[in-house]
């Protein structure tokens, strides 16, 4: 791997890090106000707010400026919704800013990868950051657990600094202004990210042009015979592992009576399963043979549904670490190959925001679907039921989609897997 992959990686790390814990710190900020539970259900389709109204433009200006700027930009709005939760803005609101950025800064982090990295190292380099993703996710939101709760909070709360007045008053604002540094260190990686010699492509002057050409690149994904096959699983993948990450703190609370630093260790332990699912992909796989790992997913739809069977955290744990190992074998060739055929078809940025429009478009749906059903009395076990006969009926309609393209449009998919196969060997 090229030195400024290191450097992408660690920078991903540190945002991601702080993304993670910020969400168990807003979760916790709800709480602690007596909110309804159905706002605290709402923060994951807040943060997947922006990546839907703004996908058309993101994408676009990945691919105008420099993709580490980009995301030194992306971590300083970061900072500004961190900022607007210890000013009193409503938490939801907070964090759909924190969102924003995270919306601008996903197209940079993703496509960076095709501009550095020839084809043969996608996957490899697809695994390498996943399993570093997971990692962060795994100790963010360990983190943002152990930073709301007493033991640490009490410590940071009882730091006086002279003649100022923080207005930090609460373990959960506490543990918000410590992630505001953690964003810091992220935006000075992007200061060290190299240039990659790709040609920019210029912004158009009226902005609003840039939305048919993002539909007209969704089209197109959508219409390629391996595109679509890999962006429907990678959107029916993170719409639900994003909204599974509240739907576990629900659970533990209701199966364990865990409190949200408990239940944020068990968060953690599907980060970890995924981890190492994602690092053994990334070993094992290949572009071609990417299509081979959709039976997963009907798996681990169904194992889903049996979280409502365990009561005892020493099955939980094992249990979840397994469910998260089918997740991340299954998305990081289906991700590589996404990307590849994207950077095909229309650019890295733009392939980037397109698969990010359709994945958390899904996020934002299920999870309003979530919050409403939690608004009107549904249980988290009616909830786990719900996502995993979705989960595996889904992946089913896809895996029988696939069969089908292969059946009727055969020379086309073959035409496409032996591109891939190509690029994969000689990339």
Not at 109 to 129: C, D, F, M
Not at 232 to 254: E, K, P, Q
Not at 259 to 274: K, P, R, Y
Not at 323 to 331: D, T
Request: include cysteine; hydrophobic fraction near 55%.
């Amino acid at each position: 791997m090229k030195r400024g992959f290191y450097t992408i990686m660690a920078a991903q790390f540190f945002s991601s890090l702080a993304d993670n814990a910020l969400f168990i710190a807003a979760v916790e900020l709800l709480k602690s106000s007596r909110a309804p539970t159905w706002q605290a259900a709402a923060l994951v389709p807040m943060f997947a707010l922006f990546y839907v109204v703004l996908a058309p433009f993101v994408g676009a200006f990945a691919d105008a400026r420099p993709k580490g700027q980009v995301m030194f930009y992306s971590n300083a709005i970061k900072v500004v919704g961190c900022l607007m939760m210890l000013f009193g803005a409503h938490p939801l609101l907070a964090y759909a800013i924190v969102g924003l950025g995270a919306a601008a800064y996903s197209p940079a982090k993703y496509g960076i990868l095709t501009e550095l990295l020839p084809p043969s190292q996608l996957v490899k380099a697809n695994g390498w950051i996943e399993g570093l993703t997971i990692a962060s996710i795994i100790l963010g939101i360990l983190l943002g657990g152990q930073l709301v709760g007493n033991a640490i909070a009490s410590r940071m709360l009882g730091i006086d600094f002279p003649v100022l007045d923080t207005g930090i008053d609460t373990p959960p604002e506490a543990a918000i202004f410590v992630l505001i540094f953690i964003y810091a260190v992220a935006a000075w990686f992007n200061t060290r990210i190299p240039l990659t010699g790709v040609e920019m492509r210029p912004i158009p002057k009226n902005p609003l042009e840039l939305v048919p050409d993002f539909w007209s690149c969704n089209s197109r994904l959508w219409h390629d015979k391996l595109g679509q096959i890999s962006l429907a699983t990678t959107t029916l993948f993170w719409g639900v592992s994003g909204n599974l990450r509240y739907i576990i703190l629900a659970w533990s609370a209701a199966a364990l009576g865990y409190s949200t630093t408990q239940a944020s260790s068990l968060s953690g332990v599907v980060a970890l399963g995924t981890a190492v699912g994602a690092v053994m992909a990334s070993m094992r796989m290949r572009l071609d043979k990417a299509t081979t790992v959709m039976p997963l997913g009907i798996i681990m739809g169904l194992l889903v549904i049996c979280m409502n069977f365990i009561t005892n955290v020493w099955v939980a744990a094992p249990f979840l670490i397994l469910m998260g190992a089918l997740g991340g074998y299954l998305v990081v060739p289906m991700n590589a190959l996404l990307q590849h055929r994207g950077h095909n078809l229309m650019g890295a940025g733009r392939s980037i925001a397109v698969q990010n429009f359709n994945e958390q478009a899904c996020i934002l749906g299920l999870g309003a679907f979530y919050s409403l059903s939690a608004g009107l009395g549904m249980s988290a076990f009616g909830a786990i039921t719900a996502f995993g006969v979705v989960v595996a009926g889904m992946m089913w309609m896809i895996q029988r989609w696939h069969a089908r393209n292969c059946i009727e449009h055969k020379d086309e998919v073959e035409h496409l897997l032996e591109i891939a196969r190509h690029d994969n060997v000689h990339g």
